[in-house]
């Protein structure tokens, strides 16, 4: 890993985190950074598995950052991994913001990544890509959150362009691929057949579900809720659409809950840092 010349427009940032198995629970094996992308020391609110919380100090991400996240998971290590606060995508003057999430799960390895909601500001110009590759029976139960402007002071997403790739691949064949390129304006955002003027938008992906798994987040969703669940191959798939993070969250932590000892054998455990 190297940092960008200084002389670059932005932030750079990279963080490379890698777990392993240690006797009966999971460590932190690696971890390297540069730039403003730190992580805070584990925990283990439940027997085995390291919690842990990436942080951005600088609580927001400007035109010209760039922001890269590497996580490695060995075999038989299982890390959950959140964040403190909402991640922030400011307005811009033109240059573009990157970041760009890596999470490689090894054969026999668990990753939750269920970070909160990624905020795009008006004016915002900003690219991000999470890619999650896995090898052999790797689990994973992921999500994301994106809320377009702040309508709630008045600052709606007016302007601006917000460009979300998503591809998970196991064993190098992919499972889901695909990209939102939420320009302001756009029919994307307003129409019906797209985002239908909601808000906020979440997916869920959990892996190794079946049938089952699906009826059981099914009937979790209210009546009113856009909001629907598929399954490709072994791969759940939720989407939502609404006004504001605090509706997703309640429905994606709900489907987790439900998840969780289906799919991990484990009661849902919510990181400490979500109830501050």
Request: aromatic share 6%.
């Amino acid at each position: 890993m190297s940092a960008a010349p200084a002389s670059a427009p932005g932030w750079r940032a990279g963080l490379e985190l890698g777990f392993g198995r240690d006797g009966s629970r999971t460590i932190p094996v690696h971890r390297r950074h540069f730039g403003p992308l730190r992580v805070q020391k584990a925990f283990y609110p439940e027997p085995g598995v390291c919690h842990s919380y990436i942080l951005h100090p600088p609580g927001g991400v400007v035109g010209g950052d760039r922001l890269n996240t590497t996580v490695d998971v060995a075999g038989d290590a299982h890390a959950l991994i959140t964040t403190p606060g909402a991640n922030k995508f400011y307005r811009s003057g033109g240059p573009v913001a990157c970041q760009r999430q890596t999470l490689r799960v090894a054969d026999g390895g668990t990753l939750e990544w269920l970070p909160l909601e990624q905020i795009v500001f008006d004016g915002a110009q900003a690219e991000a890509t999470l890619a999650v590759e896995l090898a052999g029976d790797a689990r994973f139960i992921g999500w994301e959150v994106t809320c377009l402007g702040r309508p709630a002071g008045a600052l709606p997403f007016v302007s601006g362009r917000f460009d979300a790739r998503l591809r998970i691949h196991r064993d190098g064949r992919p499972l889901l691929h695909e990209r939102n390129d939420l320009a302001a304006g756009s029919g994307l955002l307003s129409a019906p057949w797209g985002l239908g003027g909601a808000e906020a938008t979440a997916i869920l992906l959990a892996t190794g579900a079946d049938d089952a798994a699906v009826t059981a987040v099914r009937e979790l969703l209210p009546a009113d809720a856009v909001a629907g669940v598929t399954r490709l191959d072994d791969v759940l798939v939720l989407r939502w659409a609404g006004d504001g993070a605090e509706a997703a969250f309640a429905l994606l932590r709900s489907a987790w809950a439900t998840l969780r000892p289906r799919l991990l054998d484990r009661p849902a455990c919510e990181p400490r840092i979500w109830r501050t």
